[in-house]
């Protein structure tokens, strides 16, 4: 059942009570539930990208007419240092594979963000949303970074 820690597809729901990414959630498929609404529309996830060829997917229900924004945030929840990896958001449509973005992050540049800049994540109709975070380059270590939704 949805609400009970995860949803009515067994997918890990994370919520101000859980905030740390369970996996696998490399996509659409996996993609852990972040619980989002009118009430609560703002959580801080916790994530780790475990180096070569992992990514990183959640999922976000939104409202007719919705938007979405994400920024990726160090492990502390301080803006990126230019030691971070670069790293990309991607919005994916409802379907889990059509790419609406993507928002390219460099290292010493900071991390992305996606907001109301990026009209592909806004205006949006009724249905989950996906947002994949990966990393621009081979990058053989693991690193924690968090990740910031909101809902419009």
Known sequence: MSGDGCDERCHSELSAKVTGEVEPN???????????????????VHGRLGGRCDFDTY???VPAG???QATLLDVTGAACAPTTPAMSLTFLM???HTIAGVVKGSDGAGCPA???????A?????????????????????FDYQLQLQLH
């Open 59 to 61: 999922s976000v229900r």
């Open 122 to 142: 806004t205006g949006l109709a009724e249905g989950t949303y996906y947002v994949r975070i990966s990393t621009n380059a081979d990058v053989a270590t693991a």
């Open 26 to 44: 490399d996509d659409c498929i996996g993609a852990n539930v972040v619980l989002l609404d009118p009430a609560a529309p703002t959580l801080t």
């Open 66 to 68: 919705g938007a979405v």
């Open 114 to 120: 996606i907001g109301a800049a990026q009209t592909f």
């Open 94 to 96: 409802p379907d889990g």
